[in-house]
């Protein structure tokens, strides 16, 4: 995959051989690359650091429903949404990559960009590109180069007020009729969510918002709000675990409260490992399916979304 860089500083345009280097012709500043990875920040980021290294190994055997259906069990549908929206052999690039996603390196011309360097390594023969660097201040590709951002788990690790640079940014790099999939956790009224947070108010920032760098948590109408006021068409939304049946990352997260009953602790740790794992995220995809349409959209703890540029 043949791909130009810009710098982040000038937007001026790189030299297209980047081995082992490459200095901007418009401000001089020099991009280096570490184990294939294109360099565009400086220093590791403390938090991010190593933090984040999950990789979706999963490959279907073939594009064939009875092959590809497990990827609409995994990850809340996220892969599933990027296959439906996203045409084969679309360039790519997936924002809070971690470690990728295996599937969207063998159907896809992907470029990962994170934070993390650590992470990005991991992806050396997963992703055709992959470049450490900060999307809220510039993803560096030129205009109109890809076909689609995605991102799963990022965007919720966006404070508010720097989110609307980061639109503009999936905006100016996307082909016109790009898409942006993105699947994050929002500010809740969930039943069950919202009982431990009225009990522990401090606790649950501390767990679910300062812990995991949430700082962008935001409901689901006010997201939605940004990606229109952004320019961009919503195609597709949809709120999941509006109900008690909610990921075992976040039932641990519970377990934490002095509250939570001693013996849905223990199904709590079960649910978090084999053999029950598989089962009980079937279920919450279920009930995700067929029950949570119908609830209130503020129950929502996560919400897939999928936008056409405007």
């Not at 937007?11 to 280096?32: D, E, F």
């Not at 997963?126 to 660097?133: D, F, G, N, P, T």
């Not at 039943?191 to 995991?212: N, Q, T, V, W």
């Not at 949430?214 to 006021?229: K, M």
């Amino acid at each position: 995959m043949s791909v130009e860089f810009i710098c982040p500083y000038c937007m001026q345009v790189l030299k297209a051989n980047m081995s082992p280097s490459a200095s901007c012709t418009g401000c001089g500043r020099l991009y280096s690359q570490d184990e294939g990875v294109v360099r565009f920040l400086d220093q590791k980021h403390d938090f991010y650091e190593g933090a984040y290294e999950n990789q979706v190994r999963f490959v279907p055997r073939s594009e064939r429903i009875w092959h590809t259906w497990p990827l609409w069990l995994i990850n809340s549908s996220y892969p599933w949404a990027v296959r439906r929206y996203v045409p084969p052999g679309s360039t790519v690039i997936e924002l809070g990559c971690a470690g990728g996603v295996r599937y969207f390196g063998s159907r896809y011309h992907m470029i990962g960009c994170d934070l993390s360097l650590s992470s990005l390594k991991m992806l050396n023969t997963v992703y055709e590109l992959r470049i450490q660097a900060d999307a809220s201040k510039c993803i560096p590709l030129p205009d109109n180069s890809v076909d689609a951002v995605v991102s799963s788990y990022f965007w919720e690790h966006i404070p508010p007020e720097v989110k609307p640079r980061i639109l503009a940014e999936c905006r100016r790099i996307l082909r016109p009729n790009g898409k942006i999939v993105f699947l994050y956790d929002v500010e809740t009224r969930n039943p069950l969510i919202r009982r431990f947070k009225k009990k522990d108010r401090s606790l649950y920032d501390h767990l679910f918002i300062e812990g995991d760098g949430h700082l962008g948590y935001q409901s689901p109408q006010t997201n939605l709000a940004l990606f229109s006021s952004a320019g961009f068409n919503i195609i597709s939304q949809a709120g999941m675990e509006k109900t008690w049946i909610v990921s075992s990352s976040a039932l641990t997260k519970l377990a934490e409260f002095e509250a939570y009953p001693r013996w849905l602790n223990v199904l709590t740790r079960a649910f978090g490992r084999k053999p029950l794992f598989y089962p009980y995220t079937a279920l919450i995809r279920l009930i995700d399916a067929l029950v949570c349409r119908w609830l209130p959209e503020d129950w929502a703890r996560v919400d897939l979304v999928v936008c056409r540029k405007g």
